[in-house]
Nanobody, 118 residues
Framework: QVQLVESGGGLVQPGGSLRLSCAASGSIFWTKTMGWYRQAPGGERELVATITTSGFPNYADSVKERFTISTDNAKNTVYLQMNSLKPEDTAVYFC????????????WGKGTLVTVSA
């Protein structure tokens, strides 16, 4: 089993910054990617950013040039640095880990709330 624990969410003003962290533990030997998804109030869960175990990132168009995903392999932790935050970034942010084929397993954290408001 894999466990994912998020931290770093909170209330921030427009234009501000937050840094989210996700620590992974358990059976993580076959990890393909880790990443962040978000679900806004009344919306669907959507991709924010992913990163491979080798450090190659991918971003949703809505967050490019503002968010940065990174990893600390020694700590089995993925980060999301969020700058120039906008009210439309308000959402519950979920950490995700998926494994290589043929396993194709997905694991999720419980989420951390980010609220961008004046």
């Amino acid at each position: 089993q894999v466990q994912l624990v998020e931290s770093g969410g909170g209330l921030v003003q427009p234009g501000g910054s937050l840094r989210l962290s996700c620590a992974a533990s358990g059976s993580i030997f076959w990890t393909k990617t880790m990443g962040w998804y978000r679900q806004a109030p009344g919306g669907e869960r959507e991709l924010v950013a992913t990163i491979t175990t080798s450090g190659f990132p991918n971003y949703a168009d809505s967050v490019k040039e503002r968010f940065t995903i990174s990893t600390d392999n020694a700590k089995n932790t993925v980060y999301l640095q969020m700058n120039s935050l906008k009210p439309e970034d308000t959402a519950v942010y979920f950490c995700n880990l998926n494994t290589v084929p043929p396993f194709n397993m997905n694991y999720w954290g419980k989420g951390t709330l980010v609220t961008v408001s004046a």
